[in-house]
C-alpha cells in the first residue's frame, strides 16, 4: 500500500513538472540541495528527467532530486548558487515608501508622507535602462507624478549599488474634483534623485532599498484673492520594492 502510493505521488509529481514544459528547450533545473543545472531538456518519464548539458553530455535525474523546472531567461546571467542578475530586458519594478521633509508653505513643521508606485521599462545594459513610472503620493495634499525613470547598476554582482533618476509631471487629486475645495491645488514638475542596494535572489527577481530626495512643485490658487502660491514640496524619500 506504500509503495503504492509512494508510485502516486511520484507519478502526480512528475505530471505537474512538465505539465508546462516542452521537450528540446533551454530550462534551468533547481535541486533540493540548492545548487542548478542549465541545460536541454530531451526527455522524461515517471521517475526521472533527461538534462543536456552544453558539452553535450546526457544527465538522467531522478525526481526526488528535483525542486522545480522553469524556463532559461535569456536576459538573465547567472551567479553563484543559481542567483540570476537582469543586464537586458524588460523589467518591472513595485515599490512603497516614505516622504520625510518640512511642511510646505509658511508652516515651520515636519511631515511625513507615502508613495507607491509602478514602473515599466526596458534595460539596455548593466548601466543604463529607462522606463515610464506611474506613483500615488500623500503630502498634505495628494498627487499622482507620471514620469521617466533612467536607473543603472554600479556592480556585476547579487548585490549592487544602483542609481536612478526619476523625472515628469504630478496631477493634483484636485485637479480631478468636480467640487472644489476653497484652495485648490494645481500639480506640476516632479524630480527626483536616488541611490540604492539591489539583493538579486535565485526566483529571478531582486529586492530593492533606496533613498533619494524629491522635489514636487504645486500650486495652490488662493479663492479669497487674486493671488497664486507657489510651493515646492522637499523630501526625504525612503523606499523598497521588487524588481521583476
Given at each position: 500500500?506504500?509503495k503504492?502510493?509512494l508510485?502516486l505521488l511520484c507519478?502526480?509529481?512528475?505530471i ?5 514544459h516542452?521537450?528540446?528547450q533551454q530550462?534551468l533545473?533547481?535541486?533540493y540541495d540548492?545548487s542548478?543545472l542549465?541545460?536541454e531538456?530531451?526527455?522524461?518519464d515517471?521517475?526521472?528527467i533527461q538534462?543536456?548539458m552544453i ?7 531522478p525526481?526526488t532530486?528535483?525542486?522545480?523546472i ?5 536576459n538573465q546571467v547567472?551567479?553563484k ?6 543586464e537586458?530586458?524588460p523589467?518591472?519594478?513595485i515599490s512603497?515608501?516614505?516622504l520625510l ?7 515651520d513643521?515636519y511631515?511625513m508622507?507615502?508613495?507607491l508606485s509602478y514602473?515599466?521599462g526596458h534595460?539596455f545594459?548593466?548601466?543604463a535602462a529607462?522606463?515610464?513610472?506611474i ?5 498634505d495634499k495628494?498627487?499622482i ?10 556592480l556585476?554582482r547579487a548585490?549592487?549599488l544602483?542609481y ?7 496631477f493634483a487629486?484636485?485637479?480631478?474634483k468636480?467640487n472644489?475645495d476653497?484652495?485648490p ?5 516632479m524630480i527626483n ?6 539583493f538579486a ?7 530593492l532599498m ?8 504645486a ?6 484673492s487674486?493671488?497664486?502660491d ?6 526625504l524619500?525612503l523606499?523598497?520594492?521588487?524588481l521583476?
Open positions: 500500500m506504500k503504492s502510493l508510485f507519478s502526480l509529481w512528475s505537474f513538472i512538465f505539465a508546462q516542452e521537450l528540446n530550462y533545473v533547481y535541486l540548492g542548478f542549465k541545460g531538456l530531451v526527455g522524461e515517471e521517475q526521472s538534462l543536456k558539452n553535450g553530455e546526457v544527465l538522467n535525474l525526481l532530486l528535483v525542486q522545480k522553469s524556463a532559461n531567461n535569456k547567472f551567479l548558487n543559481g542567483i540570476t542578475i537582469q537586458s530586458g523589467y518591472h519594478i512603497g515608501g516614505i521633509g518640512q511642511e510646505a508653505g509658511f508652516s513643521g511631515a508622507g507615502v508613495s514602473i515599466y534595460q545594459n548593466q548601466y529607462l522606463g515610464a513610472g506613483s500615488l503620493d500623500s503630502y495628494s498627487f507624478p507620471i514620469y521617466l525613470d533612467f536607473r543603472g547598476y554600479i556585476h548585490t549592487s544602483f536612478s533618476v526619476d523625472a515628469g509631471y504630478s487629486f484636485d485637479q480631478f468636480k472644489k476653497d484652495n491645488y494645481k500639480g506640476g514638475m534623485p536616488g541611490l540604492g542596494l539591489r535572489g535565485k526566483q529571478n527577481y531582486s529586492f533606496g533613498i533619494g530626495y524629491r522635489f514636487q512643485f500650486k495652490r490658487k488662493n479663492t479669497w487674486e493671488f497664486t507657489e510651493i515646492i514640496y522637499k523630501r524619500t523606499n523598497m520594492g521588487f521583476f
